[in-house]
């Protein structure tokens, strides 16, 4: 294959957690060694979990296991929400050249709190159900398999299905909890959602 040819990223992944035959060749236990599928679909994945030799399972997951709830991701043109706060807002300079800013405590302060307080609001609606996805995983911690749950999401689906907090590490935050931004103190979170509502 040329070397400038696009690679299957599945592969990418696969090749990049090949560590060897053994785990002392890594410095880590045969337990700790990352499992090299035979296959990179789900299937290969359910048949390890049912074989019982996995018993120490962590998660990582993305706005695709929301999407199917019907929240849109964050980059998608036309659809994401990054382009639903340009076409809300097109006369704030900042949101278009970079719509991320509605999340910086900075603009929040300074600049236009609505598009914040809009967005929270979508995103706390109740028509918005965890999808089979975070039942899954919910089902891990269930078996006793799940170590931790890492997500980018903000959308609190996974606790909403029913996984504990203390399994889960928002890595941008979610709406389980908040903390007032002046003094730091926690906020009751039915407090946050009616501020939110009310704006």
């Known amino acids: 294959a040329d070397s400038h040819s696009p690679r299957d990223p599945r592969q990418t992944l696969a090749e990049s957690f090949k560590m060897g035959n053994t785990g002392s060749q890594a410095g880590l236990e045969e337990d700790d060694v990352p499992v090299q599928l035979s296959r990179f679909d789900i299937q290969a994945i359910a ?4 074989s019982g030799k996995r018993k ?14 019907g929240i849109p991701d964050f980059r998608s043109a036309g659809s994401g929400i990054f382009s639903q706060i340009r076409t809300k807002y097109p006369d704030d300079e900042t949101l278009q050249s970079s719509p991320e800013a509605v999340f910086h405590l900075e603009y929040f302060k300074t600049v236009n709190e609505a598009p914040f307080y809009d967005l929270a609001k979508e995103l706390m609606d109740d028509r918005f159900q965890p999808t089979p996805t975070h039942h899954f995983i919910k089902l891990l911690h269930e078996k006793g398999l799940l170590v931790r749950c890492y997500t980018q999401n903000i959308d609190s689906l996974e606790t909403a299905a029913g996984l504990p907090r203390d399994k889960l590490v928002a890595a941008h935050g979610n709406f389980d909890s908040a903390r007032c931004i002046d003094t730091g103190e926690p906020v009751p979170i039915e407090e946050f959602k009616a501020a939110v509502v009310k704006g």
Do not use: F, L, W, Y
Request: charged share 20%; glycine share 12%; hydrophobic share 50%.
């Open 47 to 50: 048949d390890e979990i049912k």
């Open 56 to 69: 120490k399972i962590m998660v990582m997951t993305g706005a695709g296991i929301s999407v199917s709830a």
